[in-house]
């Protein structure tokens, strides 16, 4: 089992900028594709950003630019650099960890915009 928690999340006014931290723990044995999803009210659950086992990153074309996501493998534990926060980043903000099929998610953190 695997267990994600993340942190960091928070209200801050467009144009800001918050750090989102994910510590993962359990049964670690490798490094393994994390990434950061995110859901506002209404919509579906939509991929942020993601870091492949060998540190390739992907980006959704709505974030690029802005956030930054990176990995501390040492600590089993991955961030997201948010910067020119938009009222539409408003959203449930999940860490993901993938071990080949499966798929563990942590509990969110709420990340809230205002204008």
């Known amino acids: 089992q695997v267990q994600l928690v993340e942190s960091g999340g928070g209200l801050v006014q467009a144009g800001g900028s918050l750090r989102l931290s994910c510590a993962a723990s359990?049964?670690?044995?490798?490094?393994?594709?994390m990434g950061w999803y995110r859901q506002a009210p209404g919509e579906q659950r939509e991929l942020v950003a993601r870091i492949s086992s060998g540190g390739t990153f992907h980006y959704a074309d709505s974030v690029k630019g802005r956030f930054t996501i990176s990995r501390d493998n040492t600590k089993n534990t991955v961030y997201l650099q948010m910067m020119s926060l938009k009222p539409d980043d408003t959203a449930v903000y999940y860490c993901?960890?993938?071990?080949?099929?499966?798929?563990?998610w942590g509990q969110g953190t709420q990340v809230t915009v205002s204008s």
């Open positions: 993901n960890l993938q071990v080949v099929t499966i798929m563990y």
């Open positions: 359990g049964s670690i044995r490798s490094i393994y594709p």
